[in-house]
């Protein structure tokens, strides 16, 4: 994801204008459940060319445009423009014009400022899941690979085991690694997707400073939103550090046959993370993953057609009730397959889908460790 202006746009927003497609809207998950085109972003797109080009003013239905978007980039999957960041940019305009933070997004901001993460925990409430790890702590000159765990697993005690498992698995794995516990920074995520792309340079700046001077080469993310922010920052500002996620890093175990894993008949299904899978383009790792440990089926809507959970870019704090509609819609397709067990590997999808009733919900890295066998 790029962090230039609307205005920078402005050439794609004509050329969206002048065509005739539509075909944004057929992936589209906020679309497919409301049915106004306003919302698709093909009618986003108009919105942004209109405000450019002083057509119309900035109303609530404008805002309602804006952030009415979970940024699951399905649209990018049926068009070569850039929408999803067209759609960033939007919201960064829009708070650069008046428009006040929407209350929902001001707590987490507010969260962000004072504790360093969206969900008013303290900072030391990061590393509580480290308890009972002989994991060492990240220092200048000591360890050339960081585990980063990323605030909502680290903060939010259910998720916690998942990183324990990732931990584990790179023991296993044979990395030599470190953590930064309660100095681990937030990668950023939050401020951007939210519009906020002033204090997101300004952290990401922050952020890979503190990398370098601990001499990180690689960071090895168990958040998918973790991934795709740091892989794009690492980018941007031209930094050598190789960015991966956790299913990249431990999937030779099982390639290699390394780690033995006792294969169960129990049908599993796989839900791409948006971030990990259209954002990161990693497809293939979690699913070897899951077809080594069960009787693997997928879903109709799968890969880059995957349907979005609805819990991203600030959604399901602004609007709930949309967002627990395209929960809903996700877990009956996962439901229609026959599987017993929805696996996916990020900590939003996995607290959106596992709070519906249906299918169970859980983690990849715990199916994983839990289906090692015994040495």
């Known amino acids: 994801m790029t962090t230039a202006g609307l205005e920078e746009f402005e050439d794609e927003l004509e050329t969206c204008f002048g065509a005739s497609c539509g075909f944004c809207e057929r992936g589209c998950p906020v679309y ?3 049915k106004v085109r306003t919302l698709s972003m093909k009618g986003r797109n108009r919105t942004m060319l209109g405000l450019l080009n002083n057509r119309f003013e900035i109303t609530p239905s404008v805002i309602q445009a804006a952030f009415e978007c979970t940024l699951c980039g399905n649209c990018d999957r049926w068009c070569s423009l850039k929408n999803t960041d067209h759609t960033r940019a939007f919201r960064e305009y829009l708070l650069k014009h008046g428009v006040a933070p929407m209350k929902e997004h001001s707590s987490l901001l507010a969260s962000m400022k004072n504790y360093g993460n969206p969900w008013f925990q303290p900072r030391s409430a990061r590393a509580k899941w480290l308890r009972g790890l002989d994991i060492p702590k990240a220092a200048t000159g000591k360890q050339n690979v960081l585990f980063f765990a990323g605030c909502t697993s680290a903060v939010t005690k259910p998720l916690m085991s998942s990183l324990v498992a990732s931990a584990k698995l790179l023991r296993r794995a044979g990395v030599d690694f470190a953590v930064m516990g309660q100095d681990e920074p937030c990668c950023g995520s939050t401020l951007l997707r ?20 601990l001499g990180i080469d690689k960071i090895v993310t168990a958040c998918p939103g973790c991934y795709t922010t740091l892989k794009k920052s690492a980018e941007r500002l031209k930094s050598g550090i190789e960015i991966v996620h956790i299913t990249q890093e431990i999937v030779h175990l099982i390639r290699s046959g390394d780690l033995k894993v006792r294969k169960s008949s129990e049908r599993m299904t796989y839900h791409d993370p948006c971030h990990l899978g259209r954002l990161g383009g990693i497809f293939d790792e ?12 997928e879903m109709p809507n799968h890969g880059l057609e995957s349907r979005c959970c609805g819990a991203g870019a600030g959604l399901q704090a602004a609007f709930p009730q949309l967002s627990r509609e395209l929960a809903l ?37 715990e199916l994983l460790l839990e289906a090692t066998a015994d040495d």
Not at 200 to 209: A, D, H, S, V
Request: some cysteine; aromatic content about 6%; hydrophobic content about 40%.
């Open 32 to 34: 497919q459940a409301m």
């Open 329 to 365: 819609r996700k877990m009956e397709e996962a439901k229609e397959t026959g599987a017993t067990t929805l696996v996916t590997c990020c900590p939003f999808c996995e607290t959106q889908l596992g709070n519906l009733p249906g299918v169970k919900v859980v983690d990849l890295m």
């Open 286 to 297: 979690p699913r070897e993953i899951v077809k080594a440990t069960a009787n693997f089926v």
């Open 194 to 213: 939210v519009g906020q792309t002033d204090a997101f340079r300004e952290l990401e700046k922050e952020n890979f400073e503190k990398f370098e001077v």
